[in-house]
């Protein structure tokens, strides 16, 4: 993708930038001239009545003395100055001047000082505050003069006694908690020790500010970054939005918005934030916050929410953190401010935004191939068939193909698999990845239920194809995911089905951790299913549900607000199962239990019955060549004959039996031979409380007498 090249608006921000910077340093000028003036007449004044005292107890000296005896006789009262000021002849052309300084000041509309004072609803007391610490950082050698005027060499810094004496506020100066200076960190107060007035200074990205930066804050540094603006996605509602939000704004006078936008990691969500802010001219600044504490967030959100009115920047904020936490409403919020997140995440109601909820479109097709020829040339070459099967099986994002491309891949195996590392995260907790080789011809089932595999299969491959057809989406608005029920005894090959599909879908297969997705809490289960299907769908992946009977079993009769609740998420499971898009197969031992309406929208309904004495036959005999050699297989035929028929048991226990009879005849060092199948049977039968009975131990002992 290519960046866009600098638009209209930012060229008309930065004249309107280069003008600011020319009127901010006229009135800086003017400032610094006010302050000295100021300081000026102030001297004057204390010189004054120093002198006055010194006449008046001795004559012939002036000294620390004499200006001790000034303070205890209160000479520096201020409405005898301001009256001195007015009558003294040499100050009429400095008080000329400055009140041609005050309306010059008071004119100001355009420098930064004034942006800051209307940003923040300063008034001219606390405008006089950040005067004396802008001058005295503009021009240093106001130090000195500061300390002469609190008559102390180390007091060479702006105090609240310097500023109501300098400024004519009285005899000191009042500042409540909720002064603008103090709710947004504008100023900062140390104190200085025993007896002595606490220090006054600029916060520094303030007084970086004012002076003509365009910086992040010290305290966002590491957190906030400028989000680029890149080329728009032709599919992505940037339009729509930005419409949605200049009405908002503009007709309805809405003050702040948080635009929510839905979608996986890796979609685009903050490049579509910074189109959508672009468009209506503004930068977009985006907020980490995993790395902010509780402890930390009123104070962050204020420095961000600063950042912005200061920088005319919209905000993008992502992280669990912005969900979990409510949002400060002590200060004003930055007008528009973006939020992105997964589509089940909710952000806490706050009556200081109106919310807009937007979900982000999966890449489409035709772009997934633009996108990824040009970010892996190597794709041009591609065989087409393959590239587009690619396309239809994966849940193709931006983010995604950026990250195979830095992988270096060059085939289309390559990228699927690539693709598929990639996504598996997603999930976290709630799934495990079931990794197998297994194949058809692994797959031991009667002919019925394979047919109806195959089928299941086979729709698998062709669902995305026949949804496209507009007669078929207009009867079926709904319900276009793919769900099926394997049902049946422990050990009949459920699991194992689910991965031979899975795998011959070239579909990554996850089972669903029931732990980790049932809570003892109201609507926490809800909850769990959306997080993990609202995932899913974004990674065409295959779900199995193990155990499906305890998340989708029957309602029950409503006896206490216990049996309501637990309806309540039972229902909320059928309808996200049933919308979801993607394929899911759900595993139960206890068909009987499932709600009967649900298992009405099922398509496919599967039953997995024990095995018969045939296909028991073939998998004693199949697992034993796989596990040993053909040729031990053929030797034991005729034993394993005898045992499909006189035991009725599933492949898992077939399985288990074969492997602790390899481990036995390890042991006894030894070929395996048909007395360590029959004991690693007697193991896995004992677990159901049966034996082997007289008849299997009747072949152990001929076998013994043969051997």
Partial sequence: MIDIQENIAGKKQTQHLQKETVVTQTVYETMLERI????????????????????????DQ??????????????????????????????????????????????????????????????????????????????????????????????TYVTRHLVSRLFGYGDFLAMGSSSPLL????????????????????????????????????????????QPVLESLSNWPVDDLTGKIRRKIDIEGTEALRIFIAGMEGT??????????????????????????????????????RQAWLSRTAL?????????????????????????????????????????????????????IQVCKKLIPDSGDWPRDEFDQMIRRQQLSIGSLVAISKQGVRTVDEASEALRRISRHRLGNFAQLMSSSFSWNDLVVESSLRTGLNDFHFEATERNAVWEDASIKKLFPQGRGLVALFS???????????????????????????????????????????????????????????????????????????DRFANTDTNYLLQAIEEYPGIVILASNRKAYIDSGFM?????????????????????????AELTNEKTAMALQKDLLRLSEMFEVTGAQIKLS????????????????????????????????????????????QYADNN
């Fill in 36 to 59: 000295r003036l100021l300081c000026r007449r102030r001297v004057g004044w204390l010189r004054k009545i120093w002198t006055d005292a010194g006449t008046k107890n001795n004559p």
């Fill in 62 to 155: 002036n000294n620390y003395n004499t200006e001790v005896d000034g303070c205890l006789d209160n000479l520096d009262v201020q409405g005898k100055e301001h009256i001195w000021y007015e009558q003294e002849q040499s100050l009429l052309e400095l008080n000329l001047r400055l009140r041609e300084i005050d309306n010059c000041l008071k004119n100001d509309g355009q420098s930064r000082l004034s942006r800051l004072k209307h940003t923040f609803g300063l008034n001219e007391l606390e405008t006089d505050i950040i005067q004396a610490c802008l001058a005295l950082y503009i021009d240093p050698n106001l130090g000195r003069v500061y300390a002469y005027l609190h008559d102390h060499n180390g007091r």
């Fill in 183 to 226: 709710v947004w960190n504008i100023i900062t107060e140390t104190d200085m020790g025993r007896s002595e007035p606490a220090r006054i200074d600029l916060d520094p990205f303030i007084r970086d500010w004012l002076l003509g930066t365009n910086d992040i804050d010290g305290n966002l540094v590491g957190i906030v970054k400028v």
């Fill in 268 to 305: 685009g969500r903050q490049s579509f934030a910074a189109v959508v802010a672009s468009r209506l001219s503004f930068p977009l600044l985006t907020i980490q916050t995993n790395r902010i504490t509780p402890e930390q967030w009123p104070l962050f959100y204020m420095y961000a929410q």
């Fill in 316 to 368: 993008l904020w992502h992280g669990a953190f912005v969900f979990e936490n409510s949002w400060p409403g002590h200060i004003p919020a930055y007008p528009l401010q973006f939020v992105i997140g997964e589509a089940d995440e909710v952000l806490l109601p706050n009556d200081f935004f109106v919310d807009i909820k937007i979900a982000l479109p999966s890449l489409l097709p035709v772009e997934a």
């Fill in 488 to 562: 049946g005894p422990p050990g009949t090959g459920k699991t194992m089905a689910a991965q031979v599909i899975a795998n011959s879908l070239q579909l990554d297969l996850f089972r669903i951790d029931l732990s980790s997705v049932v809570s003892k809490y109201v609507g926490e289960t809800s909850k769990n299913i959306e997080r993990i299907l609202s995932r899913a769908a974004q990674m065409n992946v295959v779900l199995l549900f193990d155990e499906a009977d305890s998340l989708f079993g029957k309602r029950t009769e409503i006896k206490d607000a216990h």
């Fill in 600 to 624: 009405r929208r099922l398509r496919y309904v599967l039953n997995f019955p024990k095995p018969d004495a045939p296909e028991r036959l073939r998998l004693w005999g199949r697992l034993i």
């Fill in 658 to 701: 074969v492997l602790s009879g390899i481990f036995m005849a390890r042991q006894g060092k030894k070929e395996i031979n048909i007395s360590h199948l029959l004991k690693g049977l007697e193991r896995e039968l004992s677990k159901e409380n049966r034996v082997i009975g007289k008849a299997g131990h009747e072949i152990m002992k």
